[in-house]
């Protein structure tokens, strides 16, 4: 495991590019399995996560072409065995988007319990409603396993949750099911209505995609499409905090205004200088106001995985903020590192915190418990005085793509240490 060590007080700038949305790729390769011809996808992030996705797709059968580049090309003309590699599953949440392509080219699926992030706290059990609504059988055991020896059908189907996964669960399978299916309290994030864009490129009827009602008309033939996936509108806001953090200034490219709206909003409540328009996000020198309070919400509310983030700006912001992440208690636990580096927080209970600031933070040791609380430990230490180290990267390279070459374009003080044998200090 690979160790960052950061010297902090840098003020960093510049620009930055961001590849496509990584909560994008995912449910994309997944929707690849669904027909025998070949799909292309460009602008895809060159990240773990996504690399651990087409290892899965090539051990179910799939060729997968430009691994480690922004181009990929997929073909799967016939799927091998109806159960991912366990191993690769405990690793990936987006795993279990390969459910419904499977039960669609196999007629059955079976899956470990899928990893990442916080996986004792995230059930499946949205995605399980939705494929029994359209005819699979579930068996419980520790392997989730799925039979639809008659193939899928179409369904009325009222989600118990407005699940991302769970909704790109239930239009995988809806896409090659026999019949109309109407997805309601659906989930409207943008990622979401990529995948419904993607799907009707490869020849299924979808209306509604973006919005809480989703209709599919399944096709058995679906065919090869081509997508160019939209930028990551979380790592360019990502960037945009780690700037208002530092007192620098940054243009990132590459994510939709129409995106962007939801973070710049909170941004500029805090009285961060910024602007967005389409393709751009731009933070200028600012000083940092506190906000009553940041609470996430349902798109087109605060991203949940933008509330690390916050959570840390919120640190150098002169006042007190209340932060409340209603859907990860976990995410706010892993912040509780900041009070080690000298932070003033107060956890109200698992879900709310409330920080006050501004306090100058000193650098110590941090541990990348999941992907976004990782970023935001790492724009912490990029404040704080003296030294940190934050391990284990990988965590957060899973969802960053050439992050410590944007630090250091940036012009952040970093060092990677791969084995923790590097000497602190040398830069």
Known sequence: MSTLIVEGGARLS?????????????????????????????????IRDVETMAELLVGLGAEVDGVGTSTLHVRCPDVMTDQPDTTLVGRLRGSVLLVGPLLARRGSAKLAPPGGDFPARRTIATHIQALVAMGARAVDGEVHVFEAPDGLKGASIYLDEASV???ETAL??????????????????????????????????????????????????????????????IEAGSWGVVAAVTNGEIEVRGARGEDLEVIAA???????????????????????????????GLWPGLPSDMISLITVLATQAKGRTLVHDWMYELRLFALEQLSAMKADLFLCD?????????????????????????????????????????????TVERGYANLVDHLRSLGARVALDPDRRVSLGKY
């Open 14 to 46: 510049g620009c930055l590019v961001v590849e496509g949305n990584k909560n994008s790729a995912l449910p994309l390769l997944a929707a690849c399995l669904l027909t025998r011809e070949e799909c292309v996808l460009t602008n895809v992030p060159r």
């Open 165 to 167: 996964t769970g909704t």
């Open 172 to 233: 995988l399978a809806a896409a090659c099911a026999d019949g109309v299916t109407e997805i309601r309290h659906a989930a409207c994030e943008p990622h979401v209505d990529e995948l419904c864009r993607f799907l009707s490129a490869m020849g299924a009827g979808i209306a509604g995609g973006g919005t809480p009602t989703i209709r599919v008309e399944g096709t058995s033939h679906l065919h090869g499409a081509t997508h160019r996936l939209w930028g990551d509108y």
């Open 266 to 296: 909170v941004l500029k409540r805090m009285s961060v200088i910024c602007e967005f328009d389409d393709d751009v996000l731009r933070v200028y020198q600012s000083t940092v106001e506190a906000a009553r309070r940041v609470t996430t």
């Open 350 to 394: 698992p879900h709310r915190i409330i920080v006050t600031g501004s306090t100058k933070l000193r650098g110590c040791v941090l541990d990348s418990r999941d992907l976004r609380s990782g970023m935001a430990l790492i724009a912490a230490a990029l404040t704080a005085e003296g030294q940190s180290q934050i391990r284990p990267l990988e």
